[in-house]
Structures are given as structure tokens and as C-alpha cells.
Nanobody, 126 residues
Framework: QLQLVESGGGLVQPGGSLRLSCAAS????????IGWFRQAPGKEREGVSC????????YYLDSVKGRFTISRDNAKNTVYLQMNSLKPEDTAVYYC???????????????????WGQGTQVTVSS
């Protein structure tokens, strides 16, 4: 069964950090661009960060640049999103996704994916 499973979400105070993980099972992540998306209540889903197959090309939403870092460990079939200096407006359900074609930048902008995870809740609040 092809699956993406996110973990690492939770409740954190403003200014705090979290690291999200996205683990793949049933397929090899090497062949896919991977993206992190988020959806807050009442808002549309948006592409937060995407990374190319090799990890050499990354894309970030303007509002998270300098605070979030995406990385991948293909040997572990896992992609990470390190989130620092978290703000209340970062509160959302975060999803990881995999796409085998198009660039990582377009994956984030278009919200296109072949596979989606079930999501993990991130809440930033004092």
C-alpha cells in the first residue's frame, strides 16, 4: 500500500520550533518531488515548501522564508520540515505530498500531487 505518513505536529508557543517528518511506505521517494502544504480553518490550502528529487532545488512560501527549512533523506525514505520562529498564523494542518513530474516550484504553486498524507496539526499559541 502506497502511503505518506506525517508526524511531529503539536502545540508550541510563538517563537518555538517543530520538526515535521514525512515517511513514505510502499514506494521510493527518490523518484518524487516532495512538498509540504498547509490548510488553516476557512482558508485554502497553500504550498509551504517543496523539494526536488535530488534535494538540490527548494521552494518556499514567502511568509516562511528564513524560518522553515525543507530537507530529505532518501536513504531513510523521509522528508523533513524544520519550522523555527513559529507564529500564530502558522497554525494549520500540514500535509506532505509526492509528485513525480513537474518542477518542485510548480508543485508548490499548483498544489499538484500524486500522493497525499493524512496531515498533522500544528498549533502555535501562548
Amino acid at each position: 500500500q502506497l502511503q505518506l505518513v506525517e508526524s511531529g505536529g503539536g502545540l508550541v508557543q510563538p517563537g518555538g520550533s517543530l520538526r515535521l517528518s514525512c515517511a513514505a511506505s510502499g514506494f521510493i521517494l527518490d523518484y518524487y518531488n516532495i512538498g509540504w502544504f498547509r490548510q488553516a480553518p476557512g482558508k485554502e490550502r497553500e504550498g509551504v515548501s517543496c523539494i526536488s528529487r535530488s534535494g538540490g532545488v527548494t521552494y518556499y512560501l514567502d511568509s516562511v522564508k528564513g524560518r522553515f527549512t525543507i530537507s530529505r533523506d532518501n536513504a531513510k525514505n523521509t522528508v523533513y520540515l524544520q519550522m523555527n520562529s513559529l507564529k500564530p498564523e502558522d497554525t494549520a494542518v500540514y500535509y506532505c505530498a509526492a509528485k513525480s513530474t513537474i518542477t518542485s516550484r510548480n508543485m508548490c504553486i499548483m498544489g499538484a500531487a500524486d500522493y497525499w498524507g493524512q496531515g498533522t496539526q500544528v498549533t502555535v499559541s501562548s
